[in-house]
């Protein structure tokens, strides 16, 4: 029996926590209530969004795993996990987006494809494991380098589970050779999940994490890593994930026009409220999270009770009586920015988030202004309706 193998179907799903809401059952993709994701800093591994594209991997024998590190270099290894675990550990605290979070918003907007989801396709965790540009330094490729001496330049993470878009094969994803090899970029081979063994759902027993970049290229159940010429050719990378141009519908699409996407726009949404709440009359209080990509940090967050036209900047956390501060040597530059401001509401009102980042980049004001065939990447400043009880009461009881 192999190490790590893909079941063909879902009869062997490993067990999840009953308050995530399920976008989709098979594969499984599902996300936290909105109020839960904010409730900490660290979003515990039951309410972590799940995404995947088939059934969960099975590993038989732990003992039996092992990684191949190949392709473009002098001399392709395999390494048991055993071995991944002498490698330095180190623990990257990194927030974890799926492109598609906020996805349902822009269907409303205008049709697109994909699975739904609202706010919370999103985590932040403590990924612990061995970084990337050691296990590289192994197959004889040195830090910082942007070409092997074979001419890879491109780092191809392969996993084993079945997705129908890649016809019965595995998921897999690249990133450029510079960024794996640059000891900054902080990019994990993980074995662990705020300090727990990696669980099934996450990827057990190993996954890539690429900090500030769209959850795909983090690619689950590692069975092998590939150095190459050329940019990975799954669907994932070739036909997914790119951002095309409000323009571009299903009939006039050209998928080698685009990039695949790596870094993550800035985005923030507002967690305290759902779409349409009803609050009493008065002070409520207006919390969220806000993150940017590429390791840029949250320089402000705006909150508005009147649709946009008055703004107050809301106060930002990571970790308790710390004040954040973007681009603080304390601050976590791959994390998310918690965010909370008591606004007075006297009337019916929409609120509004919208964040800035350190290079000063905005959140655009309309989803019109991002949409895209794929529904991908909607941060376009968040929206609650609110109603406030009261009239709420007193107009039922006209
Ligand atoms: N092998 C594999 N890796 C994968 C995926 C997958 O389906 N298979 N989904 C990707 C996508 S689109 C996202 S957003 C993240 C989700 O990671 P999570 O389920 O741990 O939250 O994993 C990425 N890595
Ligand atoms: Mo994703």
Not at 56 to 62: E, G, H, L, T
Request: glycine share 8%.
């Amino acid at each position: 029996m192999p190490g790590l193998r893909a079941p063909s179907d879902y009869s062997q799903e490993p067990p999840r926590h009953p308050s995530l809401k399920i976008n989709s059952k098979e594969p499984f993709n599902a996300e936290p209530p909105r109020a839960a994701l904010i409730s900490s800093y660290i979003t515990s591994v039951d309410y972590f969004y799940k995404r995947n594209h088939g059934p969960i991997p099975i590993v038989d024998d732990i003992e039996r795993y092992c990684l191949t590190i190949g392709g473009l270099v002098e001399k392709p290894i395999q390494l048991s996990m055993a071995e991944i675990r002498k490698l330095p550990k180190y623990n990257v605290t990194a927030t974890l987006q799926c492109a598609g979070n906020r996805r349902t918003a822009m269907s409303k907007a205008r049709k697109v494809r994909g699975v739904g989801w609202d706010v919370a396709a999103l985590g932040n965790a403590t990924w612990g494991g061995a970084r990337l540009v050691d296990i590289l330094e192994l197959v004889g490729v040195s830090k910082q380098s942007s070409v092997t001496s074979l001419g890879g330049r491109h780092v191809e993470f392969t996993s084993v589970d079945r997705c129908k878009e890649e016809k019965g094969g595995p998921y897999k994803a690249s990133i450029p050779l510079r960024q794996a090899t640059n000891p900054e970029a902080d990019v994990l081979l993980a074995y662990e999940m705020n300090g727990e063994i990696l669980n099934r759902d996450h990827g057990y027993p190993l996954r890539a994490v690429v900090p500030g970049v769209i959850g795909a290229r983090s690619v689950k159940w590692l069975d092998s890593i590939e150095i190459k010429e050329e940019e990975c050719q799954g669907f994932f990378m070739q036909k997914d994930y790119k951002m095309f141009p409000p323009s571009v519908d299903w009939d006039n699409i050209d998928w080698s026009t685009r990039k695949p996407q790596m870094d993550f726009p800035v985005q923030s949404a507002i967690c305290s409220l759902e779409d349409v709440d009803v609050v009493r009359q008065g002070k409520i209080k207006v919390a969220g999270y806000a993150l940017s990509g590429g390791g840029r940090g949250i320089e402000r967050v705006d909150i508005s009770v009147d649709g946009g036209k008055t703004w107050v900047e809301a106060q930002r956390y990571q970790k308790t009586n710390v004040l954040y501060a973007s681009d603080d040597m304390n601050s976590d530059k791959w994390a998310w920015v918690l965010f909370e401001a008591v606004a007075d509401i006297p009337e019916d009102a929409e609120i509004i988030a919208k964040a800035v980042d350190s290079a000063a980049n905005v959140q655009p004001q309309n989803v019109d202004e991002v949409w895209n065939l794929r529904g991908i990447l909607n941060t376009s400043w968040h929206r609650v309706q609110v109603r406030n009880a009261s009239r709420v009461v007193a107009n039922s009881s006209l």
